[in-house]
């Protein structure tokens, strides 16, 4: 009787300890290199809130917003390795392979409606099976980082020859930088953190980047001018190691695949919508204006030819077809 009542009680705390692991789900980390403030953080978010539903209980997403777990760079190298679940990244996945180097392209799109058009014309299905070929991960979904725009402290930008002579702080390789200086400006390297007192001491004109980035840093309280240029877009890119998608179960798999595309949509609205945010909060501290496109588009058109001869048209045929 005695040994019936330990088996049951063993049995007992087995299935409670069983329920109980159950209960509190499989840890998922979803890492970034950019802050709270990003649609990147928006967009893990909504992904773990919607597996969460459609699974309840089987997961439990732990998000690193803000390089806490590394920068970019480690965090593409992390999600290779499988020693970390997931990422939600944007520039780095680009380096990949220089084909997917089309996004560096200067005023590649009109637009957001532009960039949705291309992406659900073919675009997005080119890429993600670039990316899984040559990265050695599985893509989740592909979302936005966003337009990048220009902030300076002399003058508003509205054509070309608005950038003459200005000092500007960019990031990004030198093909970025030899756009900016066919313009005549003039590219400076300033770490991201020193932009604020470069900006306010005058070693740097002006800087280019999203508008979250701007806000986040606190730019408008030093400059004077944000001109939305668009003239880098930049996806995100939501992916998962294949080490730990091929650990998922057949229904697990599957409610990733699709959730991953279904909450497209939504993240490019939460993305358009933080940056009308961010934007209007920042007006009552500097002025912002919009730009003259098809100059933008004519100037930097020559830009385009290295690119083509050396990765071909595919990806350009996508922005082409759908730019109207």
Do not use: C
């Not at 539903?53 to 480690?74: S, W, Y």
């Not at 200086?181 to 400076?188: F, L, R």
């Amino acid at each position: 009787m005695k040994i019936s009542t330990k088996l049951g009680l063993a049995l007992l705390s087995m299935t409670f300890t069983a329920t109980a692991a159950f209960a509190e789900g499989r840890e998922v980390r979803i890492a970034s290199h950019v802050s709270e403030l990003s649609p990147l953080h928006a967009q893990s978010q909504m992904f773990a809130d919607a597996i969460n539903k459609r699974l309840p209980g089987q997961f439990d997403f732990k998000l690193f917003p803000g390089g806490q777990l590394g920068k970019e760079k480690a965090l593409m190298a992390n999600v290779q390795a499988g020693s970390i679940e997931m990422i939600n990244v944007a520039s780095g996945v680009m380096k990949l392979d220089k084909k997917l180097g089309v996004f560096d392209l200067p005023w590649l799109f009109n637009d957001r409606a532009h960039v949705q058009r291309a992406m659900k014309g073919g675009m997005e299905d080119a890429i993600r099976g670039r990316i899984e070929e040559v990265g050695g991960m599985k893509v989740i979904g592909i979302y936005e980082n966003g337009f990048r725009h220009v902030i300076n402290t002399k003058r508003k930008v509205t054509t070309p020859a608005d950038l003459d002579g200005l000092k500007i702080r960019i990031s990004g390789g030198k093909f970025r930088q030899k756009v900016f200086q066919s313009m005549g400006a003039t590219p400076q390297k300033v770490s991201w953190g020193e932009t604020f007192t470069a900006l306010q001491s005058g070693v740097v004109d002006g800087a280019e980047a999203a508008a979250y980035g701007f806000y986040e840093q606190k730019h408008y309280e030093v400059a004077k001018h944000l001109s939305a240029t668009k003239h880098v877009y930049t996806p995100s890119f939501l992916v998962a190691s294949n080490a730990f998608y091929s650990s998922l179960n057949d229904e697990q798999k599957k409610a990733f695949d699709e959730v991953g595309r279904e909450i497209t949509e939504a993240a490019y609205a939460k993305s358009a919508e933080l940056e009308a945010k961010y934007l209007k909060e920042m007006q009552s501290k500097l002025e912002v204006n919009e730009v003259d496109l098809p100059a933008f588009q004519e100037a930097t058109k020559s830009a385009y030819g290295d690119y083509i001869s050396s990765q071909g048209e595919d990806y350009l045929k996508f922005v082409r077809d759908t730019a109207k």
